[in-house]
């Protein structure tokens, strides 16, 4: 039953990325140019999804466990270390770079452009690398 | 600085629904809609694999249902290849290093008021800002 709530949620966050606009590179580009032509949209698209899960989360969170899985298993680490600020570094420079996030890149597939075939395939190159670093600290 | 292209509904709407496939994600299967997790784990862990898999088909099939009711899809991506090359390892490599992306750290991170993920957010968004400074749009 988890496959079918997975593909369900995934849809419906597809549906959302897709009405937001944060499938276009160019509106994710116009949310990060602040000093000079501004699109704030971004901004409201975190708003509405921290006001939606926020809330919900923190009400469901308290039953023993999820409907369909055995447990939650949410982040538990807690300091700030090099790893997380080099990563959002490293992430941002990238985000800023294309204009594309993880998200948005995966829905994007669906409109057959080579170019977003190019940065997927890299960005799981950059998973795989990011995987391979991270555990050679450990 | 000016304003422009602003669609503060719209992007409010899809928001709710972002944040609501999350909830569902939480509640039915207990974990998190970080997107970088979910798909960096499809080549690392054998663990949930098919469900991430579906999660991710399912964030393809959005924007074609999408479309098919009739919406146009508006989408403009650099042809730059060396920014797509780039632009793609730094996201990929950034985002497994730092443990997530804007969905995992920008959304769920945020609501569950994680510190980590607010000082992740306010980097990269920072540093996403100071890029399209120096290499503009």
Known sequence: MTKLSSLIAGIIFGIGLTISGMVNPQKVLGFLNIFDSWDPSLMFVMIGAILIFSPLHFIFKRKSRPIFAKNFVVPTKKNIDKNLIIGAVMFGAGWGLAGLCPGPAISSLSFLNTNVYLFVIFMFLGFYLGNFIKLGNN | ?137
């Open chain 2, 1 to 137: 600085m000016n304003i422009i292209n602003f669609t503060p509904i719209s992007a409010f709407v899809g928001g709710s629904l972002i944040g609501f496939a999350a909830f569902l994600f939480f509640v039915f299967n207990g974990r998190i809609a970080g997107v970088s997790s979910i798909a960096s784990n499809t080549i690392i862990k054998n663990e949930n694999r098919l469900d991430n898999i579906l999660f991710l088909s399912g964030l393809i099939i959005g924007p074609i249902i999408y479309s098919l009711s009739g919406n146009e899809i508006e989408s403009v991506l650099t042809n730059s290849l060396p920014l797509l090359i780039s632009g793609g390892l730094l996201v990929g490599f950034g985002t497994k290093i730092g443990n997530g992306c804007t969905s995992g750290h920008g959304v769920c991170g945020i609501s569950r008021f994680s510190l980590r993920s607010i000082i992740a957010t306010i980097t990269f968004i920072i540093t996403g800002v100071i890029t399209v400074l120096i290499f503009g749009i």
